[in-house]
């Protein structure tokens, strides 16, 4: 069973354009909400990640957005660039594991 | 170098021959996993395990076994390997369990013929 689900599959997006990636989680016990991004041959790596006591986190020019009522949280990456393009994972962490969403796979285009 | 090796990076073998992949992690970690990536599903979990000689099954454990005998190492062992099990593989270690961060190592790509 899918605990994280994520949304869209694919997004195209213009150079300079906001790229949005949306999560939803079912398990409450969840408390840890990270994002990892991944290039062609790599592993995912850390991308950004906030805990349920926060709305909002921002790094530089991506910012998580956090509805614990709703159990859903968002990537936003503003002024998207051509190097940003790579395949996004938003996950959800609890005492012993943590479960994946299926991926975002971005395009910026120049 | 912080990091989590795995090896091998590619691996073509045949259905039924028992193969085993390894993953080592330098950064002292009690928690480490096993996941396999495949198109549209994501990351799944094999097996974790919260320190040594604690194994426990994740999401998709039917064809695989783990073993922590070290801190540092998790191999992956395929007994008798099927052609469902064609997919990467990645291995990852945390201080923090499923509460802080996953440091992935670089895959593995397996084919099952």
């Known amino acids: 069973q899918q605990q994280v689900k994520q949304s869209p599959q694919s997004l195209i997006v213009q150079k300079g354009g906001i790229s949005i990636i949306n999560c939803a989680y079912e398990n409450t016990a969840f408390d840890y909400f990270p994002w990892y991004q991944q290039f062609p041959g790599k592993g995912p790596a850390l991308l950004i990640a906030i805990r349920p006591d926060v709305s909002e986190k921002k790094e530089g020019r991506f910012t998580i957005s956090f509805n614990k009522s709703a159990k859903q949280f968002s990537l936003h990456i503003m002024d998207s660039q051509p190097g940003d393009s790579a395949t996004y994972f938003c996950?959800?962490?609890?005492?012993?594991?943590?479960?994946f969403g299926a991926g975002t796979r971005l395009t910026v285009k120049p | 170098e912080a990091q989590v090796t795995q090896n091998p990076r590619y691996l073509i073998t045949v259905t039924g021959k028992k193969l085993t992949v390894t993953c080592s992690q330098n950064m002292n970690h009690e928690y480490m996993s096993w996941y396999r990536q495949d198109p549209g599903l994501g990351l799944r979990q094999i097996y974790y395990?919260?320190?040594?000689?604690?194994?426990d099954k994740g999401d998709v454990p039917e064809g695989y076994k783990v073993s922590r005998k070290e801190k540092r190492n998790f191999p992956l062992i395929l007994e008798s390997p099927s052609p469902n099990q064609t997919s990467l593989y990645f291995c990852a270690s945390s201080l923090l369990g499923g509460q802080g961060e996953q440091y992935f190592g670089p895959g593995t790509r397996l084919t099952v013929t």
């Open positions: 395990s919260m320190n040594v000689e604690v194994t």
């Open positions: 996950a959800a962490g609890g005492p012993i594991d943590m479960r």
